[in-house]
């Protein structure tokens, strides 16, 4: 028998299919490209952040066999962490906002993860998931020192390496050297800044976009210079209020704010179009790379990302009430 190699779940983060869009690539003349990190085993494009901070952690020594990982996370990075903790033999301890949707929490919990709700609030106040979550690691280590890694997604730069070193990777692979445009939305900033990194050292004309949901402050960060952020969007794990390690100095050639009333619609049509059920980021990413594939013409190639399940946010995408709360609609094809 050969070697057994590759057979690890963690073997089976990353290397996911770019899926063509073909209504909107036929609409726009582009190929409109997404890689599918909705099927990561925990089902998210942060099961690679997750392996890339707890490979480099164990690297440095500061993660010790059966130690405890700490994170604080709109939810995705938390199920990573789960998944790749779970596998490799570490606890979790995953702090989350309370306003996040609710499929996320119970997967959490069902990953066996010593879930923590917390009030939300902005990051200046120290009650902020991501203080707390840094806090829980700080006293786990002065008990214990050594018994915890805070996993730090927002500013511990493993996290863009690995995109970097896979992503942005896969996606010049999967093109033939041939993409023209990469776009997609921003929640740590490791999934832009590492593909952006890795295209632009294989070519420094790959065009870079940003898809920016309202409510968050990059958009108007790179058109005016300001950090400043209005109105808000039920897209979940995107959008920020402050410039983090891993969005620094990162190469944005097109920025563009996406409203949600352009977003969500997209969602539905990925659904209907394309038999693609994602969550409400990837209608971000898509609407973004319409918009790039519109702005440079027919005939180029725009990849982006097809970040999650739609079904992770079943209450709340396929909720005809709480859609128009928010003065959006469900689709009269759907039933519900
Ligand atoms: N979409 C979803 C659903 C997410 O959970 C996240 C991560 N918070 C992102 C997009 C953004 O990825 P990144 O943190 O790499 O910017």
Not at 29 to 46: D, H, Q, R, T, Y
Not at 309 to 322: I, T, V
Request: hydrophobic share 35%; net charge negative; charged share 20%.
């Amino acid at each position: 028998m050969n070697e057994l190699t590759n057979m690890r779940l963690t073997d089976r983060i990353g290397h996911t299919p770019l899926i063509r869009l073909n209504h909107l690539s036929d609409a726009t003349g582009c190929e409109i490209l997404g890689k599918a990190e909705f099927m990561n085993p925990g089902g998210s494009v942060k099961d690679r952040a997750a392996l890339g901070i707890v490979r480099d952690a164990e690297a440095k020594g500061l993660l010790r066999p059966g130690g405890t990982i700490v994170e604080g996370t709109a939810g995705n990075t938390g199920i990573g962490l789960a998944v790749v903790g779970n596998s490799l033999g570490y606890p979790t301890i995953i702090v989350m906002p309370d306003n996040q949707s609710q499929d996320k929490v119970d997967t959490l919990r069902a990953y066996g993860a010593d879930v923590r709700l917390v009030p939300a609030c902005p990051f200046a106040n120290p009650g902020h998931f991501v203080h707390q979550s840094r806090r829980i690691a700080e006293e786990l280590n002065e008990k214990d020192p050594g018994s915890a890694l805070w996993a730090n997604q927002f500013d511990n730069v493993a996290n863009r390496e690995f995109h970097e070193a896979t992503t942005g990777q896969e996606i010049w692979e999967q093109t033939g050297g041939k993409v023209h445009g990469f776009i997609c939305a921003v929640g740590t900033g490791g999934t832009l800044a590492g593909i952006s990194r890795a295209l632009k050292a294989h070519n420094e004309k790959v065009a870079i976009g940003i898809a920016d949901p309202a409510g968050s402050a990059l958009y108007n960060y790179l058109t005016t210079g300001e950090l400043r952020a209005e109105g808000g969007s039920i897209s979940e794990g995107i959008g920020t209020s402050r410039i983090t390690a891993n969005f620094a100095d990162t190469c944005v050639d097109i920025p563009y704010q996406i409203p949600d009333s352009e977003s969500i619609p997209l969602v539905y049509d990925l659904i209907r179009q394309e038999g693609l059920c994602c969550g409400g980021s990837t209608g971000v990413n898509v609407a973004g790379a319409v918009r790039m594939a519109r702005e440079l013409g027919p005939g180029h190639i725009i990849t982006t990302i097809f970040c999650d399940s739609g079904l992770r946010y079943r209450e709340r995408l396929f909720n005809r009430a709480f859609l128009a709360s928010k003065g959006l609609e469900l689709p009269n094809w759907l039933t519900l």
